[in-house]
């Protein structure tokens, strides 16, 4: 295999986030949950419920965050022509003609 062909890991790691968008930023919702309610549950002081406001915040915070990045990359391939494909291949786009 040619080194010019070899993919970095940053660039195996873009291709994967940019096909499953979705799957990227339910993790890191997920994540951003999980860590949350850790972090507030080391604070003693606070009522459980209010940790739980507190973690849905953090997290949805996070997931627009993702979401606004999902859009950049999105908008980068499509302006860059590297995800010139508008549908995904498993979708056969010859059986949605359109009537004449």
Do not use: C
Request: proline share 2%.
């Amino acid at each position: 295999m040619e080194a010019s062909n070899k993919k970095t890991t940053f660039e195996s790691a873009r291709e994967w986030i940019s096909d499953h968008k979705l799957r990227t930023v339910g993790s890191l919702w997920l994540s951003g949950i999980v860590g949350s309610v850790a972090y507030n549950w080391s604070k003693p002081s606070m009522k459980t419920s209010v940790r739980l406001i507190h973690a849905r915040l953090h997290a949805q915070a996070l997931t627009l965050a993702a979401l606004a990045g999902a859009a950049a990359v999105e908008y980068y391939d499509h302006k860059t022509n590297n995800n010139a494909e508008r549908y995904p291949k498993f979708i056969n786009m010859n059986s949605f003609a359109q009537k004449k």
